[in-house]
C-alpha cells in the first residue's frame, strides 16, 4: 500500500491514509474510516518526481500521494498509462521544446498573423469610429502638448492647396483635412490621425526652406492614410494590450485607455517604407521632384539627433509619440532609385 493523505472535501483537515488498487478500484483506508470507488469514477492526476499525484473522488473528496513514482508504478502494474501530458512532465526536455514551441507560435502570430489581420480589418472600420477615435486624440493633444497655430490663414491655404494640386487626373489622394498647430516641446513634426486629419506644426514650417518642403512631408503623412497605418497600428496595440489585460485579469483599463494605444504606437519600418513610397509617386511629376522630401529627412534627421538618441523622437511624427523611424539613409537610397 502506498502513502498518502486524504481531504473529505469539506474542511481542511489532513487524515494520514494508505492506497492500493485492487483490479479497477482505488482503495483508501485510514482514520477516518475507508472508501472506494472505481477508477473511471475518480479523476487521476499524476504529478512529477517533486508534485503530488492525487485523486479526485466524485463527491470533492481528494488523496494527495507524496510518491509520485510509487503511484505511477502502481497504475503501470495494473495496465493503466500516465499519459503523454503527465509523461512529458517527466522529462524536462520535453518540457523545454514545448515551451519553444509555444514562444515560436506566439512570436509567428504576433509578427505575422497580427499585421495581416489588421491590414484586413482597417479599411473596414466604419469612418464615423477612426473620425471619433481621431477627435479623441487630437482634443488630448490640444490639451497637452498643442497650441494655436501662428501660421497666417494666406498660407495655410497656399499649402492645402499645393497639396491638393498633388492628385493628378484621374487619381484622388486620400479624404483628408490639413489642420496647423504649434507644438513648442515637440519641434519639428507632422503627423496623421486614422480619421484623416494631417496636423502640421508651425516648427516643422520654420525647419522648411519653402513650402515644397511641407508639401513633401504632407505627402508622407497622406501616405499612412492612404494604407490606413495608423488604424492598423491601432488593432494590433488593442490586440496585444487587450490580450496582456486578460492575462493580468485588468481589462477594464485596456478598454478605458483604447484611445491613447495611438498615441503610445510607433510606426514600423514597413509603414514608413510605404508611405515614403507613396509620396514619392505623388512628389515623381512635380518640377522639384523627390528633392523636398529627401532634403526634409536629412534636415529632420539632423534636427532630430538629440531626441532620437534619446528614443524620443522621429521623422514626420509626434516625438516619443506617434512614429519611430527607420534609418535615414534607407529611405533617402529608396526615394533616390525611384528616380532611376
Same mark, same amino acid.
Given at each position: 500500500?502506498?502513502?498518502?493523505? $486524504?481531504?473529505?472535501?469539506?474542511?481542511?483537515?489532513?487524515?494520514?491514509?494508505?492506497?492500493?488498487?485492487?483490479?479497477?478500484?482505488?482503495?483508501?483506508?485510514?482514520?477516518?474510516?475507508?472508501?472506494?470507488?472505481?477508477?473511471?469514477?475518480?479523476?487521476?492526476?499524476?504529478?512529477?518526481?517533486?508534485?503530488?499525484?492525487?485523486?479526485?473522488?466524485?463527491?470533492?473528496?481528494?488523496?494527495?500521494?507524496?510518491?509520485? +513514482?510509487?503511484?505511477?508504478?502502481?497504475?503501470?502494474?495494473?495496465?493503466?498509462?500516465?499519459?503523454?501530458?503527465?509523461?512529458?512532465?517527466?522529462?524536462?526536455?520535453?518540457?523545454?521544446?514545448?515551451?519553444?514551441?509555444?514562444?515560436?507560435?506566439?512570436?509567428?502570430? $504576433?509578427?505575422?498573423?497580427?499585421?495581416?489581420?489588421?491590414?484586413?480589418?482597417?479599411?473596414?472600420?466604419?469612418? +464615423?469610429?477612426?473620425?471619433?477615435?481621431?477627435?479623441?486624440?487630437?482634443?488630448?493633444?490640444?490639451?497637452?502638448?498643442?497650441?494655436?497655430?501662428?501660421?497666417?490663414?494666406?498660407?495655410?491655404?497656399?499649402?492645402?492647396?499645393?497639396?491638393?494640386?498633388?492628385?493628378?487626373?484621374?487619381?484622388?489622394?486620400?479624404?483628408?483635412?490639413?489642420?496647423?498647430?504649434?507644438?513648442?516641446?515637440?519641434?519639428?513634426?507632422?503627423? +496623421?490621425?486614422?480619421?484623416?486629419?494631417?496636423?502640421?506644426?508651425?516648427?516643422?514650417?520654420?525647419?522648411?526652406?519653402?513650402?515644397?518642403?511641407?508639401?513633401?512631408?504632407?505627402?508622407?503623412?497622406?501616405?499612412?492614410?492612404?494604407?490606413?497605418?495608423?488604424?492598423?497600428?491601432?488593432?494590433?496595440?488593442?490586440?496585444?494590450?487587450?490580450?496582456?489585460?486578460? $492575462?493580468?485579469?485588468?481589462?477594464?483599463?485596456?478598454?478605458?485607455?483604447?484611445?491613447?494605444?495611438?498615441?503610445?504606437?510607433?510606426?514600423?519600418?514597413?509603414?514608413?517604407?510605404?508611405?515614403?513610397? $507613396?509620396?514619392?509617386?505623388?512628389?515623381?511629376?512635380?518640377?522639384?521632384?523627390?528633392?523636398?522630401?529627401?532634403?526634409?529627412?536629412?534636415?529632420?534627421?539632423?534636427?532630430?539627433?538629440?531626441?532620437?538618441?534619446?528614443?524620443?523622437?522621429?521623422?514626420?511624427?509626434?516625438?516619443?509619440?506617434?512614429?519611430?523611424?527607420?534609418?535615414?539613409?534607407?529611405?533617402?537610397?529608396?526615394?533616390?532609385?525611384?528616380?532611376?
Amino acid at each position: 500500500m502506498i502513502a498518502a493523505d $486524504y481531504f473529505d472535501g469539506r474542511s481542511s483537515r489532513r487524515h494520514a491514509a494508505r492506497l492500493e488498487l485492487r483490479g479497477d478500484t482505488v482503495m483508501v483506508e485510514g482514520e477516518f474510516g475507508s472508501r472506494s470507488a472505481a477508477l473511471a469514477a475518480v479523476e487521476i492526476c499524476t504529478g512529477t518526481d517533486r508534485t503530488p499525484s492525487t485523486i479526485r473522488f466524485a463527491d470533492g473528496a481528494i488523496c494527495e500521494i507524496r510518491d509520485s +513514482a510509487a503511484w505511477t508504478a502502481e497504475l503501470a502494474g495494473a495496465g493503466i498509462g500516465v499519459g503523454a501530458v503527465a509523461s512529458a512532465e517527466r522529462h524536462w526536455h520535453w518540457a523545454l521544446a514545448a515551451l519553444a514551441g509555444a514562444v515560436l507560435i506566439v512570436a509567428a502570430i $504576433y509578427a505575422y498573423a497580427l499585421p495581416w489581420i489588421a491590414r484586413q480589418l482597417a479599411p473596414a472600420i466604419p469612418q +464615423a469610429a477612426t473620425q471619433a477615435i481621431s477627435d479623441a486624440v487630437l482634443q488630448g493633444l490640444d490639451a497637452r502638448l498643442l497650441a494655436p497655430s501662428k501660421t497666417s490663414p494666406q498660407r495655410q491655404q497656399e499649402i492645402a492647396a499645393r497639396v491638393a494640386a498633388l492628385a493628378g487626373p484621374g487619381d484622388r489622394l486620400p479624404p483628408h483635412r490639413l489642420l496647423f498647430r504649434a507644438g513648442p516641446t515637440l519641434g519639428a513634426n507632422a503627423f +496623421a490621425l486614422p480619421g484623416g486629419d494631417v496636423v502640421v506644426l508651425d516648427e516643422l514650417l520654420a525647419l522648411a526652406r519653402r513650402d515644397e518642403d511641407v508639401v513633401a512631408v504632407v505627402a508622407h503623412e497622406l501616405g499612412h492614410l492612404r494604407h490606413h497605418h495608423g488604424m492598423r497600428q491601432l488593432l494590433q496595440s488593442a490586440v496585444v494590450s487587450f490580450v496582456v489585460g486578460v $492575462y493580468l485579469g485588468d481589462v477594464s483599463t485596456v478598454v478605458a485607455g483604447l484611445t491613447t494605444l495611438l498615441l503610445e504606437s510607433r510606426y514600423s519600418r514597413e509603414f514608413e517604407l510605404e508611405a515614403d513610397a $507613396y509620396a514619392g509617386r505623388l512628389l515623381l511629376p512635380t518640377p522639384a521632384s523627390l528633392e523636398p522630401l529627401i532634403d526634409m529627412l536629412l534636415r529632420l534627421d539632423a534636427a532630430h539627433a538629440k531626441s532620437r538618441a534619446a528614443d524620443r523622437g522621429g521623422l514626420f511624427g509626434v516625438g516619443d509619440l506617434l512614429s519611430s523611424h527607420p534609418d535615414t539613409a534607407g529611405r533617402v537610397s529608396a526615394l533616390r532609385a525611384m528616380k532611376r
